[in-house]
C-alpha cells in the first residue's frame, strides 16, 4: 500500500508558476511509476504528466507541453509537477496517482491503484 499526499497548490495569476509535491509513504515509492491528473469542475478527471520509476521516461498531455514539468526525488519519496506559464483553464484540483495497472493505459485514471487527495489550483485570468 502507497500513501500519497499533494501539496503546493493555490490561487496564482496567469502567466504565474506553482509547483506541486506529492509526498508518499508506504511501500517504496521509487519502485512505482507515478502520474499527475486534474479534474476541473463539471469535467472528468485528465491525464496531466507521467513519470516512470527512476525518471528516465515522461510523457505529458498536449495541453501542458513546454510549460509543465514532471520529476521525482526516490530518495525523498517525492514527486514533482512544476508548472509555468499557467492559463486559466489549468484551473482544477490536481491528484498525484502511483502504482500502475499495467493491463490499462498509463493516460487513464484505471491505469493508477494508488490516489493522492488532491490539491486545488486555480489561476485567474
Known amino acids: 500500500q502507497v500513501q500519497l499526499v499533494e501539496s503546493g497548490g493555490g490561487l496564482v495569476q496567469a502567466g504565474g508558476s506553482l509547483r506541486l509535491s506529492c509526498a508518499a509513504s508506504?511501500?517504496?515509492?521509487?519502485?512505482?511509476?507515478m502520474a499527475w491528473f486534474r479534474q476541473a469542475p463539471g469535467k472528468e478527471r485528465a491525464f496531466v504528466a507521467y513519470?516512470?520509476?527512476?525518471?528516465?521516461?515522461?510523457y505529458y498531455a498536449d495541453s501542458v507541453k513546454g510549460r509543465f514539468t514532471v520529476s521525482r526525488d526516490n530518495a525523498k519519496n517525492t514527486g514533482y509537477l512544476q508548472m509555468n506559464n499557467l492559463k486559466p483553464e489549468d484551473t482544477a484540483v490536481y491528484y498525484c496517482?502511483?502504482?500502475?495497472?499495467?493491463?490499462?493505459?498509463?493516460?487513464?485514471?484505471?491505469?493508477?491503484?494508488?490516489w493522492g487527495q488532491g490539491t486545488q489550483v486555480t489561476v485567474s485570468s
Open positions: 513519470i516512470s520509476a527512476g525518471g528516465g521516461t515522461t
Open positions: 508506504g511501500r517504496t515509492f521509487s519502485s512505482y511509476a
Open positions: 496517482a502511483a502504482g500502475r495497472r499495467t493491463s490499462e493505459s498509463i493516460y487513464s485514471v484505471p491505469g493508477y491503484n494508488y
